[in-house]
């Protein structure tokens, strides 16, 4: 029940109709009988600022923050997490009380990658020096490469992107975490090679995403084989078509619902002290699976 006491979490995002995350953090926080309530607001750029003053004003728990906020927020952060200030972008906000009870303190992380590669742990002995491929260079693939280069330490991890100078870019900007030369941009046209040769394959873009379900990072089919984990951070359709002609050929498809629930999980303990009650929320998502997305 909603009273005096309830502590507010908010979504800034600019659209945010389409997000799954007021219907997680609902569901956990009812489960778990916290007194909280997340809710969606549509916070246009030229906003953020006081939208963010007005959080930490009205003593919020915390935010997520999704496109096109997550570059942005690092700047109005009082502290960010190693992670948040490598990767360059903020999705999740955490109010910190102070003694003096002024207004709190804002920590600023970025739960995508814990969210992306928990659903590789089971992978990890095949992956670590391994060679990987990642399709896209915006936004969502800077927590990718910051995460597998962080974690794995591959031979060659190879950034496919239509624009070519756009993948360069994404490289340059990971040079420091990229010790012995893995990082290579080339143009998606020119991927083949790379696609045969890599262990991991991921899809940071919204190609095959709900209702364009036809769309596919990469077309040739034929190229994928046994032995690859192919994986898609799209999650709606639940099996896109790059997942399904991958496991066709003998792939193991990785879909991006673990990953929403677990960059999820990874904010709301940091509001809460709680841990997500991650299998109570993916009943929840596939009671009502069918909206439309990708990311938070």
Not at 78 to 86: G, H, N, T
Not at 150 to 176: G, I, K, M
Not at 213 to 239: C, H, K, M, S
Request: charged residues 20%; contains cysteine; glycine residues 10%.
């Amino acid at each position: 029940m909603i009273d005096a006491h309830t502590r507010l979490v908010l979504l800034f995002g600019h659209p945010v109709g389409h997000s799954q995350s007021p219907l997680m953090h609902n569901t956990a926080f009812r489960h778990q009988r916290i007194n909280a309530v997340y809710l969606a607001a549509d916070v246009a750029p030229a906003d953020l600022a006081a939208a963010v003053e007005g959080l930490q004003a009205i003593g919020g728990l915390g935010a997520n923050v999704t496109i096109p906020h997550k570059q942005a927020m690092g700047a109005l952060m009082d502290e960010l997490s190693p992670r948040a200030r490598a990767v360059g972008a903020v999705n999740t906000v955490v109010c910190r009380p102070t003694e003096r009870r002024e207004r709190p303190r804002l920590f600023g992380d970025n739960t995508d990658v814990p969210g992306f590669l928990a659903p590789l742990t089971p992978h990890a002995g095949v992956l670590e020096g391994a060679e990987m491929l990642v399709f896209g260079a915006g936004g969502a693939a800077r927590a990718v490469v910051y995460a597998l280069l962080s974690t794995y330490r591959p031979a060659r991890l190879t950034l496919a992107a239509r624009r070519p100078e756009q993948a360069a870019a994404l490289a340059e900007d990971f040079a420091a975490y990229d010790d012995h030369g893995a990082l290579a941009a080339v143009a998606l046209a020119d991927a083949g090679p790379a696609v045969r040769s890599s262990r991991l394959l991921v899809n940071t873009t919204p190609l095959g995403m709900h209702p364009n379900r036809d769309g596919t990072p990469w077309p040739q089919a034929a190229d994928f084989q046994a032995g690859q984990i192919v994986y898609d951070l799209v999650y709606n359709p639940r099996e896109t078509r790059l997942l399904r002609e991958a496991a066709a050929h003998g792939a193991t498809p990785l879909g991006g619902l673990d990953m929403l629930i677990e960059q999820a999980a990874a904010s709301y303990v940091q509001w809460t002290g709680r841990p997500m009650p991650t299998a109570i929320v993916r009943r929840r998502l596939q009671v009502l699976e069918g909206g439309a997305g990708r990311g938070a």
